[in-house]
């Protein structure tokens, strides 16, 4: 053990919770307290993972089967398309009173990324000279006022992106009208450009958001991570993939440091894959990488070039005024952070290794009528990535 400056006195170093010890009895007391054992039973399972073998042909078929149907419960283009007229008819209800604003479309409803249950993002931005507070101001006591089109009405202006949510009576949608988010249309743009290269794309997007929402992930106390970065980690590793399933547009088409959004629809150039491995295969592979290969506390997940970013590059440790470039930063602590780590480990494991009986609710009966989990929307993160600066982890 190499001799630490701060703890001169220290023998004994544990390499899993960097903790130093300079008597044996406190190493003992150490080993036995439950955080140490928590830590050791995650750091035990990537080892798990790694040796655990690839799942063979039959398993696969079944795991596509299953992956299928988890798929139909993402954003049809019929519910998109629902939510852009919404967003329309929103913007000119309220510009009868409110002529100076303008709502923009962004998040799932953009990207394709989200569940059927997903909030309408609305980017709120001002075509004439009234202040962007006085307007959301208005706009929160208009909304409050029409009890008929609008219900439970909750705003949070003192926030970096200041934001008001409701809900929309016709459609019954959950809304969240945003300010200073300019990032996150960006975001919601080339997000759905890469859907649009490849099927598999929005469908590995869409299940894994619905995983993260049967592992509790998205719960308000709990929420390791911000609900934009499932569908950035879904594109990085198919970047990472060998073929990559989909290219790094930022390289391929307009250099690492062009505008986030690349007009894909607008190019002549089309992307054909070489990789035709299916929907379950890839599956668990994505749960294999982010759960033993993929080197989390080295590593930068960045969707704007393919050779691997060191978080030192960033130096975000220097720079902490900028931690919103980091999506990590939302992990509240270590807890946290374990909790994570043994969900993609624990999934790994469970997907890699031949199933005989159901041992979780993964599929829920009439989920689209009556799901569970969404009875109260309040308890899960919004979907804004209103947070965010770049497109990486």
Request: with cysteine.
């Amino acid at each position: 053990m190499q001799r630490s400056k701060r703890f001169p006195r220290a023998i004994f170093y544990c390499h899993l919770c960097h903790r130093y010890f300079d008597d044996n009895w406190y190493v003992k007391k150490h080993l036995e307290q439950e955080q140490h054992q928590l830590r050791l039973l995650v750091s035990d399972m990537r080892m798990d993972v790694k040796n655990i073998p690839h799942p063979v042909k039959l398993q696969v078929k079944a795991i596509d089967t299953l992956l299928k149907t988890v798929s139909r419960y993402g954003l049809t283009k019929e519910e998109v398309e629902l939510r852009k007229a919404f967003a329309e008819k929103l913007e000119a209800s309220l510009r009868e009173t409110l002529p100076d604003i303008k709502l923009t479309p962004h998040g799932p409803s953009v990207s394709g990324f989200g569940l059927f249950n997903s909030e309408v993002d609305l980017y709120l931005s001002l075509s004439g000279r009234i202040e962007a507070a006085e307007l959301l101001g208005e706009l929160s006591e208009k909304i409050t006022q029409d009890e008929d089109n609008f219900s439970s009405p909750e705003g949070n202006f003192l926030a970096e992106a200041p934001r008001l949510r409701f809900v929309d009576g016709p459609t019954n949608l959950t809304c969240e009208i945003s300010l200073n988010n300019h990032n996150s249309i960006k975001t919601s743009k080339l997000l759905a450009d890469y859907a649009s290269l490849d099927p598999r794309v929005q469908s590995l997007g869409v299940i894994f958001r619905y995983w993260g929402q049967v592992c509790r992930l998205e719960r308000k106390e709990r929420a390791p991570l911000p609900l934009h970065a499932y569908p950035i980690m879904v594109v990085y590793f198919l970047q990472q993939c060998k073929p990559p399933v989909v290219p790094v547009l930022h390289e391929l088409l307009g250099g690492s440091d062009s505008e986030p959004h690349l007009c894909v629809k607008d190019s002549e150039w089309k992307w054909k894959s070489a990789n035709n491995r299916s929907l379950g295969d890839l599956w668990c592979e994505l749960l294999r990488f982010y759960a033993a290969e993929f080197p989390m506390e080295k590593h930068v997940i960045c969707i704007r070039r393919l050779k691997p970013v060191l978080i030192s590059e960033k130096k975000w440790n220097k720079a902490l005024h900028r931690h919103r470039r980091n999506l990590t930063y939302s992990i509240p602590n270590e807890d946290m952070n374990l909790f994570l780590k043994r969900a993609l480990r624990e999934s790994a494991i469970y997907f890699h290794e031949p199933q005989v009986t159901v041992a979780i609710d993964l599929i829920r009966e009439n989920m689209r009528a009556c799901p569970r989990w969404c009875a109260d929307n309040s308890e899960f993160e919004s979907d804004s990535d209103s947070d965010q600066e770049e497109s990486q982890v």
